[in-house]
């Protein structure tokens, strides 16, 4: 035992829940196992796997108990053996399931015995301690050292949060009720009248005020990021609430899971690059033509049989011949063959042949068309045979001719009404009818209470989020203004070995990865989570991210080698949690650390540009002074670049970028980019008229931003004033006109008002002179 101790505080110890990674300094397991071994289980011989659950009960309590000491010492040194029980007792494992195990186990325990709760009010203390804020202030390099207590705190709260959110099938009963429970406290007002993320929110602006510069805003970030996701939900339970949402509005169910389409999609070979072009000219000269580049074409997919996210694994040739052309120009480069993102699956199972046959042929989406584009349709029509129209008419079809009436029903065929345009038109309604229709009934969802207590300093959270993501991303050079991020990787001593540095120099940019994954993950599950809520709690927060210049910076993430940043190595495999505590550590050197792990690709890298494309999708979508953003900021040839990871729900946001400019392109880059045109049309889904290809309805109105958003701030107003505006309802209040009644209602005054009575009286009262007969004409 004592040598398997000795054997681990060697290392730098990379504390992770499952597969995301907290670090911890080096030198903080000694602390751990001294303190849980000497000042707890002293009395005890034995090992805390062998010990009852009264007894494991009993020791969480007298930690509890010693978390309340004043002594700030003893305080971390309790809170350090709290966090050795949610890593799982390491020590006393020997693989890494009994850790992972025991890590559960620990955790739900702590949960019980109210650890969290006063986790909390320690978390409480140390955003209020005025005296480490100061001294971090002065100081000119801030180290680990400086935030030691908060990243405790941080790693058993981010290990509850993390593993009580994940579900697994051998939970118990009471494990699975403590889950709901967990889950409603922190998306509920109980933490002094504001929910758990609110706080986090607040420590993140701090952060970017430069007030405390020592707080370690990775363990935020993802702490942030983690109670989010446990809250309101992931992806898959924001689409059963979208689903559950139109059966309320007897809205038609949705077309189709949108998640089940994207992960049965294919990805693509990138664009041809002038290097590969040329040289598949000189092929052709030397008459060296193969058949290999048409195969390479098939379904825009290179590598087909590693290829996971398509229907089927064994095509026939047949299948390979009529999809031959239906790529983007031009070959691999062959640098780029080790980096496929799209990991070898395991070899298919034997299937009926008669399987293939219900494979679904044909676009992956199925149209959309909206109650506008109807109105918009027949309003031209009705110009062009008739002479006039009749304003949002879409039933009338006198007149117009037999092919008009067939475009129009196939129109309503596919014509999608979202809650998004109920929301709009709901709140239409009560803005013009307060009185008929009385106050609405707000439900107190986890998004409802968030978004309430965000609204009053929205503007500073987005604002210290966009900075933390420029600071963390690759493309960002330092500057002397800017914030410092890595406050809580950077040792007291800066590395003397090359060793040390390159270590180091990993961390560094391990660090700033994570950091970017948990931003863009957090903006992109509030924005979802927000529409889905109301539609314009959503314009508020985007339209603050779009006056941050959140789109040229998500531009400026992508205008790199996005092909060396989705297949970087900032990780040592061997010193990851719990690997590290539970087997022999080989010995590091300057040549295994620069060789890195065995991934071809990092997901986490990967990930984050998802999200960030996503979020980039969403502020653009059907607002055309942002889309014209995309097009002065010359975003084609960067989001062509990003085509080149060959990963199916990467290029399908990719795509949907350049599909809503391309009309504003010009007629040139479309005519050389028309393999990219076949991929838009063969992955995006179609609005039917929607000229996106030709520009022949390109609007002649100009690019007015600011009437727009204007507009939309106007409307987002309006919603917030009547929904949220208690005081703006006085006018519409009942009067009571009896004087009995009036003069009959108790008025609370001050204590100290009857020594001031007489002053009131003659200030107030006789020295005010009473024009009656101004009162009597106001009144006939």
């Given at each position: 035992m004592g040598e398997k101790k000795n054997k681990c505080t060697t290392f730098w110890i990379q504390a992770v829940a499952q597969q995301n990674k907290m670090s911890t300094e080096r030198g903080e397991l000694t602390s751990y196992l001294n303190s849980i071994d000497h000042d707890v289980l002293q009395e005890s011989q034995e090992r805390w796997i062998e010990l009852g659950q009264e007894q494991q009960r009993a020791y969480v309590m007298r930690l509890l108990d010693a978390l309340e000491v004043t002594d700030r010492d003893k305080r971390l040194k309790v809170a350090r053996a709290i966090l050795y029980l949610a890593q799982g007792v390491f020590d006393e494992c020997d693989t890494d399931t009994d850790v992972i195990h025991w890590s559960r186990h620990n955790v739900f325990l702590l949960y019980d015995m109210g650890v969290f709760t006063a986790l909390l009010e320690l978390l409480s203390m140390e955003m209020d301690n005025n005296q480490a804020c100061s001294s971090a202030v002065r100081k000119p390099a801030i180290s680990l050292a400086d935030s030691t207590e908060l990243r405790v705190l941080l790693s058993i709260m981010y290990l509850m949060v993390e593993t009580i959110r994940l579900q697994t099938e051998d939970d118990r009963?009471?494990?699975?009720?403590?889950?709901?429970?967990?889950?409603?406290?922190?998306?509920?007002?109980?933490?002094?009248?504001?929910?758990?993320?609110l706080l986090l929110f607040t420590m993140v602006t701090k952060f970017c005020s430069m007030n405390a510069p020592h707080f370690p805003m990775k363990k935020v970030l993802l702490l942030l990021w983690k109670t989010i996701l446990f809250t309101m939900g992931g992806f898959e339970e924001l689409q059963e609430m979208k689903v559950r949402g139109r059966e309320r509005l007897s809205l038609p169910p949705l077309p189709e899971d949108s998640i089940k389409v994207i992960r049965s999609m294919r990805a693509a070979s990138p664009p041809a690059s002038a290097m590969e072009l040329i040289e598949q000219q000189q092929q052709a000269k030397r008459g060296r033509r193969s058949r290999r580049p048409l195969v390479k074409q098939d379904s825009l997919d290179t590598y087909n049989e590693r290829d996971p996210f398509k229907n089927d694994d064994a095509r026939d040739e047949e299948e390979d011949g009529e999809d031959a052309d239906s790529g983007i120009e031009g070959e691999v480069d062959p640098l780029d063959r080790d980096v496929i993102i799209q990991p070898p699956p395991p070899p298919p199972p034997l299937r009926p042949p008669t399987e293939r046959a219900s494979l679904p042929k044909g676009l992956p989406w199925a149209p959309k068309v909206r109650e506008k584009d109807i109105e918009h349709f027949l309003e031209t029509s009705r110009n062009k045979f008739i002479g006039f129209t009749l304003g949002n008419d879409t039933e009338t079809l006198v007149g117009l001719p037999r092919p008009i009436h067939e475009s129009v029903k196939t129109l309503k065929q596919h014509k999608y009404v979202s809650i998004a345009e109920m929301?709009?038109?709901?709140?239409?309604?009560?803005?013009?009818?307060?009185?008929?229709?009385?106050?609405?009934?707000?439900?107190?969802?986890?998004?409802?209470?968030?978004?309430?207590?965000?609204?009053?300093?929205?503007?500073?959270?987005?604002?210290?989020?966009?900075?933390?993501?420029?600071?963390?991303?690759?493309?960002?050079?330092?500057?002397?203004?800017?914030?410092?991020?890595?406050?809580?990787?950077?040792?007291?001593?800066?590395?003397?070995?090359?060793?040390?540095?390159?270590?180091?120099?990993?961390?560094?940019?391990?660090?700033?990865?994570?950091?970017?994954?948990?931003?863009?993950?957090?903006?992109?599950?509030?924005?979802?989570?927000?529409?889905?809520?109301?539609?314009?709690?959503?314009?508020?927060?985007?339209?603050?991210?779009?006056?941050?210049?959140?789109?040229?910076?998500?531009?400026k993430f992508f205008n790199q080698n996005i092909m060396s940043y989705i297949s970087a190595k900032n990780s040592i495999c061997v010193l990851d949690f719990p690997h590290c505590v539970v087997h022999e550590m080989p010995e590091l050197t300057a040549e295994s650390l620069e060789a890195g792990d065995s991934n071809q690709f990092c997901w986490r890298n990967l990930f984050s540009c998802i999200n960030l494309l996503r979020i980039l999708n969403k502020l653009t979508k059907w607002k055309h002074s942002r889309t014209m953003m995309l097009v002065v900021f010359k975003s084609a040839p960067i989001l062509k670049r990003a085509l080149k990871v060959k990963q199916a729900m990467m290029q399908l946001y990719v795509l949907k970028l350049l599909k809503i400019q391309t009309k504003y392109l010009g007629r040139q880059w479309r005519k050389s980019n028309m393999k990219t045109m076949s991929a838009i049309y063969q992955k995006v889904r179609h609005r039917l008229n929607d000229d996106w290809a030709y520009g022949n309805d390109i609007d002649a109105r100009p690019w007015d931003f600011q009437a727009e958003e204007c507009a939309l701030r106007e409307s987002i107003e309006k919603f917030n004033s009547r929904r949220y505006d208690k005081n703006q309802n006085g006018e519409f209040a009942p009067v009571d006109n009896c004087l009995q009644s009036v003069l009959g209602q108790r008025v609370e005054l001050p204590e100290d008002f009857h020594y001031s009575y007489e002053m009131w009286l003659e200030r107030e009262v006789f020295s005010q002179p009473i024009q009656w007969e101004g009162l009597l004409q106001q009144a006939q």
């Open positions: 009963p009471e494990w699975r009720t403590a889950r709901e429970a967990f889950k409603t406290e922190l998306g509920s007002p109980l933490y002094n009248g504001e929910p758990f993320s929301q709009i038109k709901r709140e239409e309604e009560l803005q013009q009818c307060p009185m008929t229709l009385g106050e609405e009934d707000v439900d107190e969802t986890p998004t409802e209470i968030l978004y309430l207590g965000m609204l009053p300093n929205l503007s500073q959270y987005v604002i210290a989020l966009l900075k933390l993501l420029l600071a963390a991303a690759p493309t960002s050079k330092a500057k002397t203004d800017s914030i410092n991020i890595l406050a809580d990787v950077l040792p007291e001593e800066m590395p003397i070995t090359v060793l040390q540095s390159m270590k180091l120099g990993i961390d560094v940019n391990r660090h700033k990865e994570i950091i970017v994954k948990a931003i863009s993950a957090l903006l992109l599950l509030l924005l979802k989570h927000l529409k889905l809520n109301h539609i314009y709690q959503f314009e508020i927060v985007s339209q603050h991210l779009v006056f941050a210049n959140c789109i040229p910076l998500i531009l």
